[in-house]
């Protein structure tokens, strides 16, 4: 459909404005909500997320793309609420309890929004409990953590096995990030990923979505 | 010698070239022009929010020897505890931006002006270094002109901070008891991270160039991704160093 090609398009020029009429007329036109939303402006983050991954672009410009995807997502998410569409999954997301560092996690939280993902965002210094709570109340499936000091980084091994106490490890999967953060050390404290940026965090998360364990009945 | 020292804020103005660095681009890479524009503006709020302030603190080097065994955390080998033994001067140090700064990078990233928010966060980074610097050549002139200095040459320094370079972090403990950084608006926190964000605290090291030759091959040099530990000895070792 044209319009939608020329949302995404327009998306990843970074264009805000352009993007929300786009939008709106998309819908006023009558394209289905979601596929407004697949095919404008998450196929249009999708391109976006690509060139970086490439080296053809860069974070200050994947970051207009981005307040593009905002200005589109202000139009839809109404919609989609009023239509109960569902999301692409809802991640928990925070910097760690001790930790005030969260450039980070605000481009990840950015990213999966950008991908379609309802995202809950506890901001910095926050504890387990409330990573398990927050992600408990809103059903999330995901809940991301970053650190960007060593001595913060043990406060996700807490998270890991607070969610192994409560029974919840495996229906709410877990993804680390940050600076002094690797793959190791994910695989140490039992966390299920590890993402280096914003774009590499919405490919693993999707990707353990596909693998997330149902949950009680 | 102790003093706690304002900073004009226009000398810890950065440059484009160095934030847009600092985000990824490469060299000769042309971003959108709305990039540009924007890091011109994350500048132009580094001048204008930023309050810079450094304390420095000479010490001896029995002193310091407690201060860095801090909580007995630090790497088996460091070059810090290889240098110092050899330093004519020690001074510790602490640089700060003032909060102004973090709070506005947060209030962008609210009103998701997400470009400019980054951009700034990479100036204020610089800049929080660049104070340190400019720091640095006051201590050096301070003692100069108080007719310091066990050698007849203009010492070398470079500057070590706690939680790189195998000096654990919970460093930060005994470096705040001893220097009081608290007097300059900088708090740390349990974690031992300071508050404001944008705050540098360390030790000075001074003497003969050669002291600060240190080889790259510490277990801890395999998990550094900057290694600009390199080029800054390059400097002092070449007589280049700000601060020399």
């Given at each position: 459909?044209?319009?939608?090609?020329?949302?995404?398009?327009?998306?990843?020029?970074?264009?805000?404005?352009q993007v929300r009429e786009l939008t709106r007329q998309a819908v006023e036109d009558g394209v289905p909500v979601q596929q407004v939303l697949d095919e404008g402006l998450i196929a249009g983050m999708g391109v976006v997320g690509e060139r970086f991954r490439t080296h053809q672009i860069f974070?200050?410009?994947?970051?207009?793309?981005?307040?593009?995807?905002?200005?589109?997502?202000?139009?839809?998410?109404?919609?989609?609420?009023?239509?109960?569409?569902?999301?692409?999954?809802?991640?928990?997301?925070?910097?760690?309890?001790?930790?005030?560092?969260?450039?980070?996690?605000?481009?990840?939280?950015?990213?999966?929004?950008?991908?379609?993902?309802?995202?809950?965002?506890?901001?910095?210094?926050?504890?387990?409990?409330?990573?398990?709570?927050?992600?408990?109340?809103?059903?999330?499936?995901?809940?991301?953590?970053?650190?960007?000091?060593?001595?913060?980084?043990?406060?996700?091994?807490?998270?890991?096995?607070?969610?192994?106490?409560?029974?919840?490890?495996?229906?709410?999967?877990?993804?680390?990030?940050?600076?002094?953060?690797?793959?190791?050390?994910?695989?140490?404290?039992?966390?299920?990923?590890?993402?280096?940026?914003?774009?590499?965090?919405?490919?693993?998360?999707?990707?353990?979505?596909?693998?997330?364990?149902?949950?009680?009945? | 010698?102790?003093?706690?020292?304002?900073?004009?804020?226009?000398?810890?103005?950065?440059?484009?070239?160095?934030?847009?660095?600092?985000?990824?681009?490469?060299?000769?890479?042309?971003?959108?022009?709305?990039?540009?524009?924007?890091?011109?503006?994350?500048?132009?709020?580094?001048?204008?929010?930023?309050?810079?302030?450094?304390?420095?603190?000479?010490?001896?080097?029995?002193?310091?020897?407690?201060?860095?065994?801090?909580?007995?955390?630090?790497?088996?080998?460091?070059?810090?505890?290889?240098?110092?033994?050899?330093a004519d001067h020690l001074a510790l140090f602490a640089v700060t931006l003032g909060p102004a700064v973090s709070v506005r990078i947060q209030e962008l990233f609210a009103r998701r002006e997400f470009t400019l928010a980054a951009l700034l966060d990479a100036a204020a980074s610089e800049a929080?270094?660049?104070?340190?610097?400019?720091?640095?050549?006051?201590?050096?002139?301070?003692?100069?002109?108080?007719?310091?200095?066990?050698?007849?040459?203009?010492?070398?320094?470079?500057?070590?901070?706690?939680?790189?370079?195998?000096?654990?972090?919970?460093?930060?403990?005994?470096?705040?008891?001893?220097?009081?950084?608290?007097?300059?608006?900088?708090?740390?926190?349990?974690?031992?991270?300071?508050?404001?964000?944008?705050?540098?605290?360390?030790?000075?090291?001074?003497?003969?160039?050669?002291?600060?030759?240190?080889?790259?091959?510490?277990?801890?040099?395999?998990?550094?991704?900057?290694r600009d530990c390199r080029e800054r000895i390059r400097r002092v070792l070449t007589g280049r160093a700000d601060g020399a």
């Amino acid at each position: 459909m044209e319009i939608l090609q020329q949302l995404a398009v327009t998306l990843q020029k970074g264009q805000d404005s352009q993007v929300r009429e786009l939008t709106r007329q998309a819908v006023e036109d009558g394209v289905p909500v979601q596929q407004v939303l697949d095919e404008g402006l998450i196929a249009g983050m999708g391109v976006v997320g690509e060139r970086f991954r490439t080296h053809q672009i860069f974070l200050p410009e994947v970051l207009l793309a981005a307040r593009a995807m905002y200005a589109g997502l202000d139009v839809l998410e109404p919609l989609l609420a009023a239509a109960e569409v569902p999301r692409a999954g809802t991640a928990v997301l925070g910097t760690v309890q001790g930790d005030l560092h969260d450039i980070g996690k605000n481009l990840v939280a950015i990213m999966l929004r950008g991908a379609g993902f309802s995202v809950i965002d506890l901001g910095h210094d926050v504890p387990p409990e409330r990573f398990v709570a927050a992600a408990r109340e809103s059903g999330a499936q995901i809940i991301g953590m970053s650190a960007l000091l060593t001595t913060t980084m043990p406060v996700m091994r807490r998270v890991v096995e607070l969610l192994a106490r409560e029974g919840l490890k495996g229906r709410i999967r877990t993804i680390i990030g940050g600076a002094p953060v690797s793959v190791e050390f994910a695989q140490e404290i039992g966390a299920d990923g590890y993402a280096y940026d914003g774009v590499s965090a919405v490919e693993r998360v999707k990707a353990l979505l596909q693998d997330v364990s149902p949950g009680p009945a | 010698m102790r003093a706690i020292v304002d900073i004009p804020a226009s000398e810890v103005r950065s440059d484009l070239t160095t934030i847009l660095r600092a985000q990824g681009l490469p060299a000769g890479y042309e971003p959108d022009p709305r990039v540009t524009a924007q890091g011109e503006e994350a500048l132009d709020l580094v001048t204008t929010l930023c309050a810079p302030r450094g304390v420095y603190a000479s010490l001896d080097q029995t002193t310091f020897a407690v201060i860095y065994g801090g909580q007995g955390k630090n790497a088996p080998e460091t070059p810090v505890a290889a240098v110092y033994p050899r330093a004519d001067h020690l001074a510790l140090f602490a640089v700060t931006l003032g909060p102004a700064v973090s709070v506005r990078i947060q209030e962008l990233f609210a009103r998701r002006e997400f470009t400019l928010a980054a951009l700034l966060d990479a100036a204020a980074s610089e800049a929080a270094e660049l104070a340190a610097t400019a720091l640095e050549r006051r201590y050096v002139a301070a003692l100069l002109a108080q007719g310091g200095g066990k050698t007849a040459r203009k010492p070398a320094f470079l500057a070590y901070s706690p939680g790189y370079c195998g000096w654990d972090v919970s460093g930060q403990a005994a470096l705040f008891a001893a220097l009081r950084p608290e007097e300059i608006g900088i708090h740390l926190r349990e974690s031992f991270l300071m508050d404001p964000l944008k705050s540098i605290t360390g030790v000075l090291l001074g003497g003969p160039a050669a002291i600060h030759a240190f080889w790259d091959g510490y277990p801890f040099c395999t998990a550094c991704e900057s290694r600009d530990c390199r080029e800054r000895i390059r400097r002092v070792l070449t007589g280049r160093a700000d601060g020399a």
